[in-house]
């Protein structure tokens, strides 16, 4: 996230009007609205090695991800976040009316920036964790090189599994794993 736009006391469907004709992407967070910035190539090509990873891995599976060009709405929190990547295996979340905003998701990653970790660790997995779908948060950390997997228990609480350069990933929520390795291939040390 960056630096808040000039109030402007939006609705969420006033928002989501808005927010189509704009030429970059914003957040809503409980009627405030937040440009995004743009990504570092480390950012941008860890968020593609694993997106294009669960592509393939996904392909002819009811699950479908998407990159951050994809809204994912949580209502609870009045907020609508781009997520860097999401899967959503839920059929509603196909329906032609969700074409533009996903309600649903079971997985949710974000790659860590400095200016942004700790909004991604603090109060956006605090919004995403009203998400009753979500079953992960995956943090992805360029800088050191590792992957933290937060995973809905039988008992709804969030376990933290966290995976090393060395490691495989385990995504459970979509059946899905790789070695950490390939996450972080190309990316060029900041």
Known sequence: MSLPQPKIPLGPDDYLAWEQGQPCRNEYVDGEV???SGAS???????LNLAALLRSALRGKPCKPFISDMKVHVEAANSFF???????????D???EASHVKHHPVLIVEVLSPTTE?????????????LAS????ALVSTEQRRIEVFRRDDTGHWVLYPFALDEELELTSVDFRCPVADVFEGVEDQ
């Open 82 to 92: 781009y997520p860097d990547i999401l899967v959503t295996c839920d059929p509603r």
């Open 118 to 130: 700790a909004y991604d660790r603090g109060n956006k997995f605090a919004a995403y964790r009203a």
């Open 34 to 36: 937040f440009a995004m």
């Open 94 to 96: 196909r329906a032609p």
């Open 134 to 137: 979500l079953q992960e948060y």
């Open 41 to 47: 190539d480390a950012h941008g090509t860890a968020a």
